[in-house]
């Protein structure tokens, strides 16, 4: 079996549960789901589904970056939505940042940590 390495990194939000930001096994890091807070200070400050998205991907680049991998290594994506009224301006954000399209999937949820309008997560290869 592959040696697992817990990655943690202070420029993305620290964990607020028994999980740790992503793990690495083998040549794959697996992140756990990112919200919208803000890592400096552990609030959520933006609003708006376009402000939450790219505070989102901010922390999860952090969390790559830290792991020795990167958006371009995306393989998989799992987004959480909780109003797919937000698919539109959603897929905006996203695409930004996952240029080479990573298999994916996308759901509407009943309610996200902090009342937050998304979370992401994602398997990248290192």
Known sequence: MAELKTV??????AAIGPY???????????TSGQIPINPENGTVEAITITEQAMQVMKNLGEV?????????KAVKTT????????FAAFNEVYAQYFTTKPARSCVAVK????????????????
């Open 79 to 86: 987004c959480f939505l909780a109003d797919m009224g937000d």
């Open 8 to 13: 943690s990194t202070a420029t993305a939000p």
């Open 64 to 72: 790559l970056k830290a792991a020795g991998s990167s958006f371009e």
């Open 20 to 30: 740790s930001q992503a793990i690495i096994c083998g040549e794959m890091v697996f």
């Open 111 to 126: 309610t996200l940590p902090k009342n937050v309008l998304v979370e992401v997560e994602v398997i990248a290869t290192l």
